[in-house]
């Protein structure tokens, strides 16, 4: 367990960001950054992270970051890697982009990347919509959410990104919250150990977008994880570790209407929606468990 | 060294010369053979690059800025709907400022699927900051390959050079090649915005009216800067190697009282045409486009012009005539030939400028006079 003071007290993220109140995406990035420490590069498509570093000519982050176009980010770091390898260069090449840059826009060059073993860390924070235009639905939108484009609540179900990941065998993968920073920041540095691609998906609840107040984010984050609907857990070779918050909560979750009501999205969810959410969550905790187990 | 070759072969060729750090390509038709034959270098180690063999077109040109933007030379080749699809990331190579070296085989845009030569492809193209230039033959592809890293790197420029080559007419075609040891006429490249983690900076992030415009002006202020590094760079080539380019290749031009331009491989075509026009006592001259991006200072005037377009924009005429109409304040006789690798012989280029009417658009093989 990395303590708390084991966390530089290094800053990469600079005062005066163009970041929400209460933003976790900001949160989970400064932690990340801790931990990738300065000989590193971002790689950032179109999200809220292009807006939060600022405008030209200022940026508030003290580290290169380059940002690209929507769909591109794993193929732009897929090259910067490479050209960072082929002249003998170290510096860790982290792709951060949202839940609509890599479920959405970005699989296709995103499973590339991976396919053909990019030495980068991928990471995908995750506040399930298109928080930059305004609260759009993505495959990262959970059911029955209601965004600016399902105004009545989403019909289909979360994209089951991790599993997509699993598929390509990436050395190592793993699951993070914002509200769980130094479980993040243990996992990017185990990530940026291993070569070739590594992913970590971190959820990142938004106080404007889910509707809940701002000083909530961190309390969402944990609701998120007690209640099973957020799962921290790490793949290392295909092995999967559950992490000790989610451990304890898988075995007694608490009620999922304790994460759901703070949030204004989920306002007047249907009892079907509610229960078709419910089932979902039992077979994901089951399904991991029993993964876990080896059975 | 002298050698035959394919077009396609002459510009893997050229790429092994100058030896790029990074290729990322995606294999399309009749652009494969180039990336086959850069696949082959690098497993035998006569091309020391890392060869990414992407997903997609996309991703071609994205890897190609993100290796780029590190400070090391990159190379990518594509045709037709490959261009298309990585239309977004040439914007953004040159919005980056980033001196990629892209050869386009040129080919028509589906549907129906058709793999032969047009120039639609890359004139769709011409408005994002690309340095294009137009090569004929074997030979040509391979230099103005090498010049393109040359150009495209020079500090007064950095912007991207696309190299189109017409599929099949030229890719496929085989021709003698003379290949060169370039010494010092290409320079290590150095790019001074390149990423450099102890000098950490935020590179295209939200930008302000103001400022977009200002960089948008410098887009334009190295284009017209890039006609002199041309210039020299084609001048010190015909120095060192002895082998003359310039941004048009005149064919019995100064004395003709009728000049048919083109562009390709049909540039070719048209001097067998103006040999046989000079037989029945007509004045008649060539002019083959090289460089279409920046456009040259062209002066035509005083003479009948027939231009020949391997391409269209809908609703608006030959984008070449088009181009020289405006620039030149004159009437052409525009003629639309050869789209879909349509066969164009010298005895059609002869027949346009027997036949030619000013003012006028033709679409051969289609109808008469429009």
């Given at each position: 367990m990395t303590s708390i003071t084991d966390i530089p007290k290094e800053e990469f993220i600079l005062k005066c960001t163009s970041a929400c109140a209460g933003c976790s995406d900001s949160l989970a990035l400064r932690y990340v950054l801790k931990a990738a420490g300065p000989d590193s590069v971002l790689v950032v498509p179109a999200c809220c992270t292009s807006v939060i570093q600022g405008i030209y000519p200022n940026t508030a982050f003290n580290i290169p970051v380059y940002n690209i176009a929507f769909g591109a980010a794993a193929a732009c770091a897929s090259g910067m890697s490479n050209a960072f390898r082929a002249t003998g260069k170290k510096t860790n090449v982290i792709v951060y982009a949202g839940d609509g840059g890599t479920l959405d826009i970005g699989i296709q060059a995103m499973s590339g990347a991976f396919e053909r073993g990019t030495d980068f860390l991928y990471i995908c924070y995750d506040n399930e919509a298109y928080g930059n235009t305004g609260m759009q639905r993505s495959g990262g939108t959970p059911m029955g959410a209601k965004t600016t484009t399902t105004p009545?609540?989403?019909t289909d179900a979360k994209k089951d990104i991790d599993a997509i990941i699993a598929a390509h065998s990436p050395p190592y993968m793993a699951t993070a919250c914002a509200a769980y920073p130094q479980d993040l920041f243990r996992k990017v540095q185990k990530a940026l150990t291993f070569r070739g691609p590594s992913f970590i998906h971190i959820l990142a609840p938004c106080p404007p977008g889910w509707r809940?107040?701002?000083?909530k984010s961190v309390e969402m984050g944990k609701l998120a994880v007690k209640s099973g609907m957020w799962i921290l857990y790490e793949r290392e070779y295909g092995n999967l570790t559950i992490n000790p918050q989610s451990k304890s909560a898988m075995k007694k979750p608490i009620p999922l209407e304790e994460y759901l009501a703070p949030q204004g999205r989920f306002k007047g969810i249907e009892a079907k929606t509610l229960e078709m959410l419910k089932q979902h969550l039992a077979k994901n905790i089951k399904k991991l468990l029993a993964e876990e187990a080896g059975e | 060294m002298k050698k035959i070759a394919t077009g396609n072969k002459a510009v893997a060729e050229a790429v092994k010369q100058v030896q790029p750090t990074v290729v990322a390509a995606y294999p399309i038709t009749p652009q494969t053979e180039i990336v086959e034959q850069i696949a082959e270098f690098v497993s035998t180690g006569e091309l020391k690059s890392r060869y990414i063999p992407v997903e997609s077109e996309h991703s071609a040109m994205a890897a190609c800025i993100g290796a780029s933007i590190t400070g090391i030379r990159t190379f990518t080749a594509t045709s037709s709907h490959g261009l298309l699809y990585m239309h977004e990331m040439t914007n953004w190579a040159a919005g980056a400022r980033l001196p990629i070296v892209m050869a386009n085989v040129n080919r028509s845009i589906g549907p129906g699927w058709n793999i032969w030569a047009e120039h639609t492809d890359a004139m769709q193209e011409r408005d994002t900051g690309w340095l294009q230039v137009y090569v004929s033959t074997v030979q040509e592809a391979y230099d103005a390959t090498l010049m393109a890293f040359r150009i495209a790197e020079h500090n007064d420029v950095l912007l991207p050079v696309m190299v189109n080559l017409d599929g099949f007419?030229?890719?496929h075609i085989m021709q003698p090649l003379d290949t060169v040891e370039t010494g010092d006429f290409i320079p290590p490249m150095y790019l001074p915005h390149a990423i450099d983690p102890k000098n950490p900076k935020g590179y295209g992030g939200l930008t302000g009216p103001d400022q977009h415009f200002k960089f948008r002006w410098d887009i334009e202020r190295s284009m017209r800067d890039s006609v002199k590094v041309i210039e020299a760079t084609e001048k010190d080539f015909a120095k060192r190697f002895g082998r003359k380019y310039g941004f048009t290749d005149d064919?019995?031009?100064?004395?003709?009282?009728v000049v048919v331009v083109s562009m390709g491989t049909l540039g070719k075509e048209a001097e067998v045409a103006i040999d046989t026009l000079r037989k029945e006592g007509i004045k008649a001259g060539s002019m083959r486009l090289r460089?279409?991006?920046?456009f040259p200072k062209l002066n035509l005037k005083g003479k009948d012009v027939v231009v020949i377009d391997r391409d269209y924009s809908f609703g608006f005429g030959g984008i070449l005539a088009k181009s020289i109409q405006a620039q030149q304040k004159i009437d052409v006789y525009s003629v639309i030939a050869g789209l879909g690798g349509q066969e164009v012989t010298y005895e059609d280029i002869a027949d346009f400028i027997r036949t030619r009417r000013i003012g006028e658009e033709f679409w051969f093989g289609v109808n008469d006079h429009v």
């Open positions: 009545t609540g989403k809940f107040s701002t000083e | 007419s030229l890719s064919y019995q031009c100064e004395d003709a009282d460089w279409l991006r920046p």
